[in-house]
């Protein structure tokens, strides 16, 4: 008897937990849908990246069976228990976190994309570890546009020198550029960062560089990201609830 209530339990905690998972990506979903229509751009102009970073395994299982199939982590050790506790989905896997020069070659595999590329020695490295059964790293070069100096990113006049390097390297492929703009309630300022990296990513491409990607935009800046062309926002509490300190 005592077991059964304890299994009652717990099969109602994890539908509650795969219920409420599924509404607020179906809510993410509307809000991107709605930014991105408020803009006056395509409806498939933006991809959703799920942040699941200090979340667990099977919620990004149950993120998945809601049909999302692209994710986000920052920290490598946690990520590789995940994606191989997940390699039996159709996942497609973005480090979105720093990166030291001493740990490119695991992400070199695990990973489709990295969006925190910032100087060009971490570039090559990840193109040399790449492993040749998979194809080219997908990469963005991430750029500071708040001049915080405690901030990673390069520095918005050193993208072009970094874009074209990065760009003839043989085993990444270059998509775009990505930020992380400071904390603010400033909707204006908010704007301006976004701004800022849309017109970088213009002026790299009147210069020749091949550029389809702005990453930018979080749980509580995405409608702002969208306004000004983010093309993949990365949203992790507005799925997954609150994240505690890690
Ligand atoms: C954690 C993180 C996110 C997601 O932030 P949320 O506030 O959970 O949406 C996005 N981008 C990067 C680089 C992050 O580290």
Known sequence: MYQNSLKFNHLNNRKQIMTTITSRLQAVRDRIQAATAAAGRPPDAVRLIAVSKTFSAQAVREACQAGQHAFGENYLQEASSKIEA???????????????????????????????????????????????????LQVCIQVNVSSEPSKSG??????????????????LRLRGLM???????????QRNRFAALRNLKEELVSRGIELDTLSMGM??????????????VRVGQAIFGPRRPR
């Open 86 to 136: 997940l390699s039996d989905l159709p996942l497609e896997w973005h480090f979105i976190g720093p990166l030291q020069s001493n740990k490119t070659r695991s992400a070199a595999g695990l990973f489709s994309w990295v969006h925190t590329v910032d100087r060009l020695k971490l570039a090559e490295r990840l193109s040399a570890a790449r492993p040749n059964e998979l194809a080219p």
């Open 154 to 171: 390069c520095r918005p006049e050193d993208a072009l020198a970094l874009a074209d390097a990065v760009a003839g390297l043989p085993r």
């Open 179 to 189: 930020t992380i703009p400071e904390l603010t309630s400033d909707a204006v300022l």
């Open 219 to 232: 749980s509580d800046d995405l409608e702002a990201a969208i306004a000004e062309g983010a093309t993949m």
